[in-house]
T-cell receptor, first 113, second 107 residues
Framework: DAGVIQSPRHEVTEMGQEVTLRCKPI?????LFWYRQTMMRGLELLIY????????DSGMPEDRFSAKMPNASFSTLKIQPSEPRDSAVYFC???????????FGQGTRLTVV | GIQVEQSPPDLILQEGANSTLRCNFS?????LQWFHQNPWGQLINLFY???GTKQNGRLSATTVATERYSLLYISSSQTTDSGVYFC?????????FGAGTRLTVKP
Protein backbone atom coordinates (compact mmCIF):
# COMPACT_ATOMS: atom_id res chain seq x y z
CA ASP A 1 0.00 0.00 0.00
CA ALA A 2 1.25 3.49 -0.81
CA GLY A 3 0.25 4.86 2.56
CA VAL A 4 -1.82 7.97 3.17
CA ILE A 5 -1.53 10.26 0.18
CA GLN A 6 -2.02 14.00 0.43
CA SER A 7 -2.04 16.61 -2.26
CA PRO A 8 -0.74 19.10 -2.97
CA ARG A 9 2.51 18.93 -0.98
CA HIS A 10 2.86 22.69 -1.06
CA GLU A 11 0.30 25.42 -1.69
CA VAL A 12 0.84 29.14 -1.83
CA THR A 13 -2.24 31.27 -2.24
CA GLU A 14 -3.40 34.82 -1.79
CA MET A 15 -5.61 35.90 1.06
CA GLY A 16 -9.26 35.52 0.18
CA GLN A 17 -8.78 32.63 -2.20
CA GLU A 18 -10.35 29.21 -1.75
CA VAL A 19 -7.98 26.38 -0.89
CA THR A 20 -8.76 22.67 -1.16
CA LEU A 21 -6.54 20.04 0.39
CA ARG A 22 -6.95 16.38 -0.55
CA CYS A 23 -6.36 13.10 1.20
CA LYS A 24 -6.53 9.46 0.18
CA PRO A 25 -6.46 7.18 3.24
CA ILE A 26 -5.00 3.70 3.33
CA UNK A 27 -7.36 1.19 1.76
CA UNK A 28 -9.41 -0.62 4.39
CA UNK A 29 -9.00 2.09 7.01
CA UNK A 30 -12.29 3.25 8.46
CA UNK A 31 -11.20 6.36 10.34
CA LEU A 32 -9.69 9.54 8.96
CA PHE A 33 -8.29 12.53 10.81
CA TRP A 34 -7.32 16.02 9.69
CA TYR A 35 -4.69 17.86 11.76
CA ARG A 36 -3.08 21.27 11.57
CA GLN A 37 0.46 21.86 12.83
CA THR A 38 1.89 25.25 13.72
CA MET A 39 4.80 26.30 15.89
CA MET A 40 2.51 28.09 18.31
CA ARG A 41 -0.21 25.47 18.73
CA GLY A 42 1.47 22.19 17.84
CA LEU A 43 -0.65 19.43 16.31
CA GLU A 44 -4.36 20.24 16.54
CA LEU A 45 -7.12 17.84 15.58
CA LEU A 46 -9.53 19.57 13.21
CA ILE A 47 -12.02 16.82 12.37
CA TYR A 48 -12.42 13.08 12.64
CA UNK A 49 -14.43 10.81 10.29
CA UNK A 50 -15.51 7.26 10.96
CA UNK A 51 -16.95 5.27 8.06
CA UNK A 52 -17.12 8.50 6.05
CA UNK A 53 -19.27 10.23 8.68
CA UNK A 54 -17.93 13.27 10.57
CA UNK A 55 -17.84 12.29 14.24
CA UNK A 56 -16.16 15.27 15.86
CA ASP A 57 -15.58 18.61 14.14
CA SER A 58 -15.15 20.64 17.30
CA GLY A 59 -11.58 21.42 16.30
CA MET A 60 -12.54 23.18 13.10
CA PRO A 61 -11.49 26.74 13.85
CA GLU A 62 -14.36 28.56 12.18
CA ASP A 63 -16.95 28.43 9.44
CA ARG A 64 -14.36 29.18 6.81
CA PHE A 65 -13.19 25.58 7.24
CA SER A 66 -15.16 22.62 5.92
CA ALA A 67 -14.34 18.97 5.37
CA LYS A 68 -16.01 16.22 3.41
CA MET A 69 -15.54 12.52 2.91
CA PRO A 70 -17.74 11.50 -0.01
CA ASN A 71 -16.42 7.94 -0.01
CA ALA A 72 -14.01 5.67 1.82
CA SER A 73 -11.06 6.58 -0.36
CA PHE A 74 -11.17 10.36 -0.48
CA SER A 75 -11.49 13.38 1.77
CA THR A 76 -11.13 17.11 1.28
CA LEU A 77 -10.46 20.01 3.61
CA LYS A 78 -11.54 23.36 2.22
CA ILE A 79 -10.76 26.85 3.46
CA GLN A 80 -12.85 29.65 1.99
CA PRO A 81 -11.83 32.44 2.19
CA SER A 82 -8.25 31.78 3.27
CA GLU A 83 -6.38 34.11 5.64
CA PRO A 84 -2.65 34.46 6.46
CA ARG A 85 -3.22 32.92 9.90
CA ASP A 86 -4.30 29.71 8.19
CA SER A 87 -0.69 29.17 7.11
CA ALA A 88 0.40 25.82 8.57
CA VAL A 89 1.13 22.23 7.69
CA TYR A 90 -2.05 20.20 7.33
CA PHE A 91 -1.83 16.47 7.94
CA CYS A 92 -4.25 13.70 7.16
CA UNK A 93 -4.09 10.38 9.02
CA UNK A 94 -6.05 7.15 8.91
CA UNK A 95 -6.42 3.97 10.95
CA UNK A 96 -8.40 0.79 10.63
CA UNK A 97 -10.23 1.35 13.89
CA UNK A 98 -9.73 2.92 17.27
CA UNK A 99 -7.71 -0.02 18.47
CA UNK A 100 -5.04 0.18 15.79
CA UNK A 101 -2.14 2.35 14.70
CA UNK A 102 -2.73 5.58 12.83
CA UNK A 103 -0.61 6.48 9.82
CA PHE A 104 0.07 9.96 8.55
CA GLY A 105 0.41 11.45 5.12
CA GLN A 106 3.36 13.67 4.31
CA GLY A 107 1.33 16.81 4.87
CA THR A 108 0.44 19.88 2.86
CA ARG A 109 2.37 23.03 3.65
CA LEU A 110 -0.04 25.93 3.13
CA THR A 111 1.15 29.50 2.88
CA VAL A 112 -1.43 32.27 2.60
CA VAL A 113 0.05 35.62 1.62
CA GLY B 1 -11.03 17.13 26.79
CA ILE B 2 -8.15 14.90 27.67
CA GLN B 3 -4.85 16.59 28.50
CA VAL B 4 -1.53 15.20 27.29
CA GLU B 5 1.74 16.39 28.79
CA GLN B 6 5.17 15.40 27.57
CA SER B 7 8.51 15.86 29.25
CA PRO B 8 11.13 17.04 28.88
CA PRO B 9 10.29 19.60 26.18
CA ASP B 10 13.86 19.57 24.90
CA LEU B 11 16.66 17.06 25.20
CA ILE B 12 20.21 17.18 23.90
CA LEU B 13 22.26 14.00 23.92
CA GLN B 14 25.65 12.86 22.83
CA GLU B 15 25.59 10.02 20.35
CA GLY B 16 25.51 6.70 22.17
CA ALA B 17 23.64 7.97 25.22
CA ASN B 18 20.33 6.59 26.48
CA SER B 19 17.20 8.60 27.19
CA THR B 20 13.67 8.32 28.57
CA LEU B 21 10.77 10.42 27.34
CA ARG B 22 7.57 10.66 29.33
CA CYS B 23 3.92 11.15 28.44
CA ASN B 24 1.27 11.82 31.08
CA PHE B 25 -2.44 11.87 30.27
CA SER B 26 -5.37 13.05 32.28
CA UNK B 27 -8.00 10.37 31.62
CA UNK B 28 -8.36 6.74 30.62
CA UNK B 29 -7.53 6.06 26.99
CA UNK B 30 -8.39 3.48 24.36
CA UNK B 31 -5.28 4.01 22.33
CA LEU B 32 -1.82 5.47 22.82
CA GLN B 33 0.82 5.91 20.16
CA TRP B 34 4.31 7.31 19.91
CA PHE B 35 5.39 9.13 16.76
CA HIS B 36 8.69 10.53 15.55
CA GLN B 37 8.62 13.65 13.40
CA ASN B 38 11.86 13.76 11.47
CA PRO B 39 13.62 16.97 10.41
CA TRP B 40 11.74 16.82 7.09
CA GLY B 41 8.41 16.98 8.89
CA GLN B 42 7.31 13.42 8.28
CA LEU B 43 5.39 11.75 11.12
CA ILE B 44 6.49 8.16 11.61
CA ASN B 45 4.52 5.71 13.71
CA LEU B 46 6.80 4.15 16.34
CA PHE B 47 4.52 2.24 18.68
CA TYR B 48 0.88 1.50 19.22
CA UNK B 49 0.87 0.83 22.96
CA UNK B 50 -2.32 1.36 25.00
CA UNK B 51 -0.79 -0.81 27.73
CA GLY B 52 2.20 -3.01 28.43
CA THR B 53 5.68 -2.95 26.95
CA LYS B 54 6.96 -3.23 23.39
CA GLN B 55 10.41 -3.16 21.88
CA ASN B 56 11.63 -2.41 18.40
CA GLY B 57 15.39 -2.40 18.04
CA ARG B 58 16.91 0.37 20.13
CA LEU B 59 13.49 1.75 21.01
CA SER B 60 11.06 0.46 23.57
CA ALA B 61 7.91 1.81 25.16
CA THR B 62 5.93 1.10 28.29
CA THR B 63 2.43 2.29 29.12
CA VAL B 64 0.95 2.00 32.60
CA ALA B 65 -2.66 2.79 31.83
CA THR B 66 -3.83 2.63 35.45
CA GLU B 67 -1.35 5.35 36.36
CA ARG B 68 -1.92 7.30 33.14
CA TYR B 69 1.59 7.53 31.78
CA SER B 70 3.77 6.13 29.06
CA LEU B 71 7.54 6.07 28.63
CA LEU B 72 9.62 5.90 25.48
CA TYR B 73 13.17 4.60 25.87
CA ILE B 74 15.88 5.28 23.32
CA SER B 75 19.11 3.39 23.82
CA SER B 76 22.47 4.01 22.14
CA SER B 77 21.09 7.11 20.45
CA GLN B 78 22.16 8.02 16.93
CA THR B 79 22.08 11.34 15.08
CA THR B 80 19.24 9.99 12.97
CA ASP B 81 17.11 9.82 16.13
CA SER B 82 16.96 13.62 16.16
CA GLY B 83 13.56 15.18 15.71
CA VAL B 84 10.40 15.61 17.74
CA TYR B 85 8.76 12.72 19.57
CA PHE B 86 5.02 12.93 20.06
CA CYS B 87 2.69 10.98 22.26
CA UNK B 88 -0.91 10.76 20.99
CA UNK B 89 -3.85 9.41 22.95
CA UNK B 90 -7.33 8.49 21.87
CA UNK B 91 -10.13 8.55 24.41
CA UNK B 92 -13.64 9.17 23.16
CA UNK B 93 -13.86 10.48 19.64
CA UNK B 94 -10.50 11.90 18.85
CA UNK B 95 -6.75 11.45 18.95
CA UNK B 96 -4.95 14.23 20.84
CA PHE B 97 -1.25 14.99 20.71
CA GLY B 98 1.12 16.23 23.36
CA ALA B 99 3.43 19.16 22.64
CA GLY B 100 6.31 16.83 21.93
CA THR B 101 9.90 16.35 23.08
CA ARG B 102 12.51 17.82 20.76
CA LEU B 103 15.54 15.53 20.74
CA THR B 104 18.89 16.56 19.36
CA VAL B 105 21.61 13.92 19.16
CA LYS B 106 25.07 15.33 18.64
CA PRO B 107 27.85 13.34 16.96
Amino acid sequence: DAGVIQSPRHEVTEMGQEVTLRCKPISGHNSLFWYRQTMMRGLELLIYFNNNVPIDDSGMPEDRFSAKMPNASFSTLKIQPSEPRDSAVYFCASNRDRASSAFFGQGTRLTVV
Amino acid sequence: GIQVEQSPPDLILQEGANSTLRCNFSDSVNNLQWFHQNPWGQLINLFYIPSGTKQNGRLSATTVATERYSLLYISSSQTTDSGVYFCAVESSNDMRFGAGTRLTVKP
